[in-house]
């Protein structure tokens, strides 16, 4: 049982990376707009100098 | 919408073609399309190589304007500095894009845009209806994003920083952060809960050391999601109690402090109960419910209905004997501007010339205008519905009129509908005595059992949350007020669906909301000797020239390679021109009848329309009917109404012959010709003294006092300002056979309102004497009192359309005929 000690402490930090990664993916607008990035995959042009997407 | 294949439709914009001959060529194909606008914007994206779209759209493209566009306003050198943000290496702009509707427009914006030379970013996002545009610094490309934006056939409107769907987006991600904390922090703590109870179940004891390491965690875990997740419920708890009311958040705040107070100490302590599971999930659940409450609303209040609420960005300033465009904010105090009918008065001032009526609702709340005259203060935000005015500014604001402005708009935004009002009286009051309650029901327990004193009064506090009772109307109304954005009406104030709801009598005010305004052509009858084909060409090739409204009639006629020339204007009569070295003329019959000397033939009659006579040297050739064409779906309007059993009537102020015909066509047994303004208003009175309740559809330009005299008013169509701010119900799709669709939407939010009412009113009455009996644990009274507000909230977005996975409809053949030219 004494393992619980290490391995208790390994998932909150495993949590904690989590929930840093979601923040990070919010805050750089990854959420903003579900719906137009999916029609990018269907493109198959290459993408023209202008009209680059950036987060 | 299963009508949508019934008849030819424009290819591009969906409507029908309405007898149109043009087509528009589209990668190897030629396509129908019902007029130049749609004709040429078509033709652009299938030159710029981007007819793609028309297989990714997933709604109709939006019509283009053909009238002079309000985008122009921006170009204006000093008002385009005002949105133009200049940067060392590139010059960037917001745009907020009216009609964008889909991610494919989007994507034809962002490839159109991005073609631009010197354009650096196109950043779309569809879902708010926002792009932003880098260009490289000093490129003035910015009147040329515009025009490729407008000649796409949306209407772009630049947007300072402090926009509402920017506020939105920060509230969203921040949202969704508490969200993920609450989630994650509550699966955790859920995991030690669980050790714990199994080992209770299996009539055993957790092992104390490992026990109290367990409860350490969890207390660790509780500290971010009780302080970050459900940081906004502790701050609006703070407010209330700061401010000495009584909120929601007050008694669900108590609950999750005491229950963490308690449960800390105990753990502390090493002996008593802990909450903290309890705890997390409430929070989880809270944060669920507010995050859906907010998508909800975002989706409300979508780009057009941001629009319809935004204020002009520029004014007229007077400067000597010159008008020139500013942008609001860079008016001064001793500046004159002019107000022009329809307008938004920019600033605050007194009026120097003219006099005019002014509608102060906005500010006041005071619906009908009020008179003004030389001398007379007017505030800014005020809408001038009468004659042009000059006003000398006094104040601009606390800091600038933009930021004023902004906060009117906020106001506008939050103004609750009356059911809400009264909802959030009773909740209060409820509060209140859930308060009380306890209070007493902790002394009684404190009396008879001590051990369960805090529990049952945590549970009284958690399950007595009037959460879904508070919610009930205002999610219902929001998620109708979404689902009519999305078919093209718009919601100005959201109690007016629950008038609409109620409405028996509908009374379409001047002829005009069931026409189309513009003359067409009714009939063509020939004459003479040559095809029918032949007799539209010749006409439209004669009427090319002519900016004579007739004229428009022949706009949309394929001339089949025709060309008219010597071609003379006789006003009042007609014109006169040379085709293929043949002479004709198209007028009056007298006029026509000129050219060969024979008499006029004469044709069926048509009470409300005119006729006019193509003729060449030798006969007469075709007798053309025009007339000002009823709206194809007003029939239909009149008739869908009817089955609803709302009655139809016409009040109008133009001649009885006009509007006795339209009446026909339409099927409307009661009409009025020739009304007053004046004789509208008793009518409407006259009406409502019966106990009808009155819905008033208008152009909402001229007859602001007798909509707003309505018990509901509805505006028809893309107008001014002020038939923007004038009613309660806007269509823009210009659609009457909308109403009765507004009105079932309408009828199913008040039941939907009135279902969730009763089912909040339900729970928390029978719900709060089981808590004060003990009878609910404390985690049961916070899943109770989380799943009667996600119950309600989902039976709200039933009211939200469903998505269907393709509206627009594009032919096999055309699909591959794109695919094999792309």
Redesign the interface.
């Known amino acids: 049982?004494e393992i619980?000690?290490v391995l208790?402490p390994l998932?909150?930090i495993l949590?904690a990376a989590?929930?840093w990664a979601?923040?990070w993916a919010?805050?750089s607008g990854q959420?903003?707009?579900?719906?137009?990035p999916?029609?990018d995959a269907?493109?198959d042009r290459e993408p023209?100098?202008?009209?680059?997407?950036?987060g | 919408m299963s009508d949508r294949h019934d008849e030819p439709r424009c290819f591009h914009c969906q409507e029908p073609l309405a007898g149109s001959t043009l087509t528009a060529r589209i990668g190897t194909r030629l396509e129908p399309v019902c007029c130049p606008g749609c004709q040429a914007v078509a033709e652009m994206i299938s030159g710029s190589g981007l007819a793609?779209y028309y297989i990714?759209r997933t709604t109709p493209s939006p019509r283009p304007a053909t009238e002079e566009a309000s985008w122009q306003a921006y170009l204006e050198p000093q008002v385009a500095a005002a949105f133009v943000s200049r940067g060392p290496a590139v010059d960037s702009v917001e745009l907020l894009i009216e009609n964008l509707r889909?991610?494919?427009c989007?994507?034809l914006i962002?490839?159109a845009?991005?073609?631009?030379p010197d354009?650096?970013?196109?950043?779309?996002?569809?879902?708010?209806g926002r792009a932003h545009i880098e260009w490289t610094a000093g490129a003035s490309r910015f009147e040329q994003i515009m025009r490729t934006i407008a000649q796409l056939g949306y209407v772009p409107h630049p947007v300072t920083e402090e926009t509402t769907s920017r506020v939105y987006?920060a509230e969203?991600?921040s949202m969704?952060?508490r969200f993920?904390?609450a989630t994650?922090g509550m699966m955790?703590v859920m995991m030690f809960a669980v050790a714990g109870y199994s080992a209770e179940l299996g009539g055993e004891r957790i092992?104390p050391t490992?026990e109290h390491?367990f409860r350490l965690?969890s207390l660790?875990?509780s500290v971010p999601v009780l302080f970050y997740a459900g940081q906004p419920f502790l701050a609006n708890a703070w407010n209330s109690l700061r401010t000495r009311s009584v909120s929601m958040d007050l008694t669900v705040s108590a609950a999750l402090v005491l229950a963490f107070v308690a449960s800390t100490w105990n753990t502390f302590a090493g002996h008593g109960e802990v909450y903290f599971d309890s705890i997390t999930m409430f929070v989880f659940f809270l944060t669920l419910v507010r995050l859906i409450e907010l998508i909800v609303r975002h989706r409300t209040s979508s780009v057009a209905d941001a629009l319809a609420r935004h204020l002009p960005a520029t004014a007229q300033r007077v400067v000597g004997e010159k008008v020139e465009s500013v942008p609001i904010g860079q008016l001064r105090r001793g500046d004159e501007v002019i107000v022009p009918s329809g307008a938004i008065v920019p600033a605050d001032g007194y009026i120097v010339e003219g006099t005019t009526l002014l509608d102060e609702s906005l500010l006041t709340g005071e619906s009908l205008p009020v008179a003004r005259r030389v001398g007379d203060r007017v505030a800014s935000g005020s809408i001038n519905t009468g004659s042009p005015v000059r006003i000398a500014v006094t104040a601009t604001g606390s800091s600038t009129v933009l930021s004023n402005i902004v906060n009117l708009l906020r106001r506008a935004q939050t103004r609750k509908p009356p059911a809400m009002r009264t909802a959030n009286r009773a909740a209060a009051v409820f509060l209140r005595v859930v308060l009380v309650a306890s209070v007493v029901v902790c002394a009684t327990w404190l009396a008879v059992d001590p051990q369960r004193a805090f529990a049952a009064t945590l549970a009284v506090l958690v399950v007595a949350c009037p959460c879904a009772f508070s919610i009930a109307t205002p999610a219902a109304l929001a998620a109708s007020t979404a689902r009519l954005a999305r078919q093209g009406v718009l919601v100005t104030r959201p109690e007016a669906l629950e008038t609409l709801a109620d409405i028996d009598h509908v009374i379409f005010d001047k002829t005009g909301t069931l026409t189309r305004g513009e003359i067409q052509l009714a009939g063509c009858e020939v004459v003479g000797s040559r095809s029918r084909e032949e007799c539209l060409a010749i006409a439209a090739a004669l009427e090319r020239s002519s900016g004579h409204p007739i004229a428009s009639a022949f706009r949309n006629m394929e001339t089949a390679g025709l060309t008219a020339t010597d071609i003379a204007t006789v006003p009042g009569f007609g014109i006169e021109g040379t085709i293929d070295g043949k002479r004709y003329r198209i007028g009056i019959s007298a006029f026509a009848a000129e050219l060969r000397g024979v008499a006029v033939p004469r044709t069926g009659e048509h009470i409300d329309a005119t006729t006019i006579v193509l003729g060449d040297e030798h006969e007469a050739l075709a007798v053309f009917t025009l007339s000002d064409a009823l709206r194809e779906d007003s029939p239909a309007a009149v008739e869908k109404l009817r089955a609803l059993g709302i009655d139809s009537e016409i009040l109008s102020g133009d001649g009885s012959s006009a509007v006795a015909a339209i009446a026909k066509r339409c099927g409307v047994s009661r009409f009025f010709a020739r009304r007053t303004p004046n004789q509208k208003l008793s009518r409407v009175h006259e009406l409502q003294s019966q106990g009808r309740r009155v819905a008033m559809v208008g152009d909402g330009i001229n007859d602001a006092p007798v909509l707003g005299a309505a018990n509901v008013s509805i505006a028809m169509g893309r107008g001014a300002a002020l038939a923007l701010a004038a009613a309660d119900v806007i269509f823009v799709s210009e659609r009457p056979s909308a109403l009765a669709g507004v009105v079932r939407t309408a009828r199913r939010t008040a039941q939907i309102a009135r279902q969730n009412l009763l089912w909040a009113g339900l729970y928390n009455f029978s719900a709060l004497p089981l808590a004060a009996l003990g009878y609910i644990p404390p985690w049961a009274a916070a899943l109770g009192m989380s799943a009667s507000s996600l119950f309600v909230l989902l039976n709200a977005l039933r009211l939200l359309p469903r998505e269907s996975a393709r509206k627009v409809s594009v032919t096999r053949e055309t699909r591959t005929a794109l695919a094999t030219s792309a």
């Open positions: 049982m619980l000690y208790i998932t909150l949590v989590g929930c979601f923040f919010v805050d959420f903003d707009d579900l719906d137009s999916g029609w269907l493109d023209n100098s202008g009209g680059a997407r950036e | 793609d990714r889909c991610p494919a989007g994507w962002e490839r845009v991005g073609a631009i354009v650096k970013t196109v950043d779309i996002n569809a879902g708010l987006c969203r991600r969704l952060k993920v904390v994650f955790q092992d490992l390491y965690v660790l875990v």
